[in-house]
């Protein structure tokens, strides 16, 4: 059995490559908001990245006393259903109906490609609770 867990090193590079997949289609996901100074949408992982970088500035910057690994994490996945959900903008309510549905479903559909990825899992779960309640 390799150290990953696998006894095949050819199921690996299946699972990388399906992860991989994922992360390319979370580039083509516009978003809704305008990047300033420009007449473009951000995409969705133009977005998380910049809030990863901002986090990390703030929390080093400011020396702040948080968990850097997961609030980078947290900022790296929380939007990762749009990949499959698309983007929810605030005023549009036939869309803001349906998000609740659109990203259990893409929820569903990240955890039943990438089981293997039960940190990813968790936090995308944690970004949902977050939303709903306000806390993790």
């Known amino acids: 059995c390799s150290p990953i867990g696998y006894t095949a090193p050819m199921a690996f590079l299946d699972r990388v490559l399906s992860f991989l997949k994922l992360t ?3 580039h083509r996901v516009e978003r809704v ?3 300033p100074g420009e007449t473009r949408h951000a995409t969705m992982v133009e977005h998380s990245w910049q809030l990863a970088m901002l986090a990390w500035y703030v929390i080093d910057t400011q020396q ?3 968990n850097k690994e997961k609030i980078l994490k947290y900022a790296l996945a929380h939007d990762l259903v749009e ?11 036939a869309s803001r109906g349906s998000k609740e549905q ?4 893409a929820r569903a559909r990240i955890t039943d490609d990438h089981p293997e990825f039960a940190d ?8 949902v609770r977050t939303r709903r309640h306000g806390k993790p």
Do not use: C, K, M, V
């Open 64 to 66: 702040l006393p948080l």
């Open 33 to 35: 908001a305008r990047i």
């Open 102 to 105: 659109r990203e259990a479903e």
């Open 120 to 127: 990813l899992i968790e936090t995308t779960n944690q970004a």
């Open 24 to 26: 390319h289609e979370a």
């Open 83 to 93: 990949t499959y959900a698309g983007d929810t903008y605030i005023w549009d309510s």
